[in-house]
């Protein structure tokens, strides 16, 4: 039986124990959060700090579920301590401080959506791809953005939190470097910094090109899509409420719980001395995707609509 800590107990560490819980081969020994909002389960004790639980527990994976202001620190010395662990995305908004370190190796960036129906073999052995289109639609009410979300800097912007998950796929298949690129933020409900959507075209060295188009103001049915336009023609979708169908149909897709423990056991083999499986986030592959969002961010025209209500 695996030894679990699960670090941050707020709205997406619920999600985790909700998950664990019907995780085989795993029980959670404790959770770490200073003021937990989660009901952790009567039996598993509560650490106000992380690190007393570290020491305390001894655990074979470390779930860190915490804003990205501390997750980066958190799973770096949860990994030096013999860990395997698990980071909620994006962990860190700033690339450079993804300089591979020690330990390094033991993290793993927590995109469940990675393992959808059809996915491991497209990132397996992927098909020479000429251009993908990344869509999100969804609604964010300005609860949301508050706290750490208020800004892009700290994670509260589209392309770091919902759109992370079709993103840092989308990378995973497309290898060059930018060339060219033009993008457009629109601020409609004076979010702070958050905006309401991001349309970008990306062109990359090797003629590839990346277009995402993004928002979160969105009143009709959620969508977060990818189409794949392959070199010989053929196209591929990978559709969901949170790319959950993967290629396969969307009434067959996986809960996001199944998803969760599927991710659980591949660090766990991993951890064990098996191949990394190929939906597996590493820490580093997390880089390029955080580099070409802030290149977005940084040269996005913004547009600010008049008349907009403050929230």
């Given amino acids: 039986m695996k030894r679990v800590l699960l670090v941050g107990a707020g709205e997406v560490g619920t999600k985790h124990l909700a998950a664990l819980a019907g995780t085989s081969g795993v029980v959670v020994t404790g959770v770490a959060d200073p003021a937990p909002h989660a009901e952790v389960p009567w039996g598993i004790p509560v650490f106000t700090s992380w690190r007393a639980a570290l020491s305390a527990l001894h655990p074979d994976l470390v779930v860190v579920a915490t804003p990205p202001g501390t997750a980066l620190g958190v799973a770096r010395e949860a990994a030096t301590s013999g860990a395997a662990v698990l980071v909620e995305k994006p962990a860190t908004t700033t690339p450079a401080l993804l300089a591979p370190r020690q330990g390094d190796e033991r993290i793993f960036v927590a995109f469940q959506s990675h393992f959808a129906p059809g996915l491991c073999e497209l990132l397996a052995d992927p098909p020479t791809i000429e251009r993908i289109e990344v869509w999100l639609a969804v609604r964010r009410d300005p609860g949301y953005f508050r706290g750490w979300r208020r800004t892009y800097a700290t994670a509260g912007g589209v392309l770091h ?73 053929q196209r591929l979708r990978v559709r969901g409420r949170n790319l ?68």
């Fill in 244 to 311: 959950e169908a993967g290629l396969g149909a969307r009434e067959a897709a996986p809960t996001h719980e199944e998803l969760r423990r599927w991710m659980y056991a591949a660090v766990l083999d991993v951890a064990g001395g098996h191949p990394a499986h190929p939906c597996l986030f590493p820490l580093s592959a997390l880089r390029r995707p955080l580099e070409v969002i802030d290149h977005v961010y940084r040269h996005a025209h913004r547009v600010r609509i008049a008349g907009a209500i403050a929230v």
């Fill in 161 to 233: 939190q919902p759109a992370l998950h079709g993103l840092a796929l989308a990378l995973r298949l497309l290898k060059g470097d930018i060339e060219t690129l033009s993008a457009e933020a629109t601020h409609r409900r004076e979010l702070c910094e958050s905006e309401d959507r991001v349309v970008a075209e990306i062109t990359l060295t090797n003629e590839q090109t990346l277009h995402i188009d993004a928002k979160v103001d969105h009143l009709g049915s959620p969508r977060h899509e990818i189409l794949l336009r392959r070199a010989d023609g």
